[in-house]
Every structure is written in structure tokens, then in C-alpha cells.
């Protein structure tokens, strides 16, 4: 298995330390992602590639109907275990488990960069109504704030961040043109120790050995304890929500 397989396939081991530690995503951004669709009642939403239910917690609490789809069991376990009045399914983006233009909207949160782009632009797009809209979220550090850079820097390890290009992978023929938009967001965590357990819910840091991630662990402890934004008590890591979405075509 290549590493960019085994990056996919790490998290469903720590399916509790993710639904635990990573942070959920801001109700402007959903809101805005469906803002295309101009209808006010409740809609079918698909969320894909939907973890333990972190954006389909907040598609739920909006009043959606929700598909959440996951093709990771121990991931899927925890969504159903944490987020009620939701149809969960094990299914790829590749092959989505729903029915041809049955859903108003398909959202993938943090999630994109694991597909296969050409296998699975024509299944979203044959599972999207016409005037559909598909989303894909990124929550990101803040890039303006300095501690959080430095952070990245101490953190890093023999296996690097994961890279994306959104508007690349969205490109394809069934969608209109991408528009894309920037949220603030932030994630409270009560201590440095916090923060660190989020960190390690990141795929670098779950593929690594023992070993590595220890010594990883113990640099950005001691950066967090000496820096004043986050030596004493609870503090908020300043985030950015980056949104793009599209609307699905008529055939």
C-alpha cells in the first residue's frame, strides 16, 4: 500500500481521538454553500465521505434530511453513535450508495483530496439534481496568526502535510464554474495537551511510528507551554473555513 493509501485508510483507528478532538465546521459556510439552491425548507443532503459526523452534525442541525456516507466502519460506527435522525451508509465516493439524482446537495468536509477526481466527479454528479450543488470544505489554521505557523514548523515530521488544489479537482464538465469563499472559525481547547491530541489526528501523524510521533509530540508541547497565547488554560486556535462549491448542470 502507497503512502497516500495508507494516509487515507489511518484514521478509522482513532475514530474516537478524531470525533473527540477535531473541530466542526462554521454554520456561514453551510448556509452559504446552499445559497444557490434559494429554497427555504428542508433538504436532501448528502454528506460524503462524512467521518465520524462532524459536518453532518451541523447539516442536521439546520433542518437537512442527511445521507451520510463513509466507507471507514470504525468511522461510521462513531458517526451513528453521536449524530441522530441520520441515514448512514457504508460507500466510496467512487461509487455512492444512493440513487440518481436524489439529492439537492452532496458537502465533503476535508475529505476531497482522498478521491479518486475521475471516478468520482461523474457519481456526484449523477447522484445531484440539476441546479444541485456540491460543496467541499477545508478547515485550516489561520494562516496570519504567527503561533499557529510556528506550530506547523515544531510539528513537522518525515511526512508531510496533506496538499490540495480545490478548484483543480473541481473542475469537470456536469458543473458550473467554482466559486469560492473564506470563513472564520475556531476550535476552544482547554489545553496544550488538547491542541496536541488534535494534531495527532492528522494522517502525517497517525502513518508515523511511536517513536517519531512521541518526539513530535514533546516539541510542540514545550512550544505551546512557552508561548503566552497558550501556556495558561483554556484559549481558541483561530481557524479559517475555505469554501468552494459549484452547481451541477442540466444534462
Known sequence: MDLHARRAD????????YAEHRPDYPVAAIRWALEPLGKPERLEVLDLAAGTGKLTAGL???GHHVTAVEPNEQMLTELVRRVHDVRALPGHAEHIPVRDQSVDAVFVGTAFHWFD??????EIARVLRPGGVLTAMWILPDPDVE???ELERVSTGSVESQKQDPTGVMTHP?????????????????????LVATVN???????????ERSAINEKMLAFLRSRPETSNGPFDVPLRAEVFRVVRLSD
Open 117 to 122: 477526481q475521475e471516478k468520482a466527479m461523474p
Open 201 to 211: 489526528t492528522h494522517s502525517r501523524m497517525l502513518v508515523v511510528d511511536d517513536e
Open 60 to 62: 442536521v442541525a439546520e
Open 10 to 17: 489511518s484514521f478509522g483507528a482513532q475514530a474516537h481521538a
Open 147 to 149: 503561533w499557529l505557523g
Open 174 to 194: 456536469a458543473f458550473g464554474a467554482v466559486e469560492w469563499k473564506t470563513f472564520p472559525h475556531v476550535q476552544r481547547r482547554e489545553s496544550p495537551e488538547e
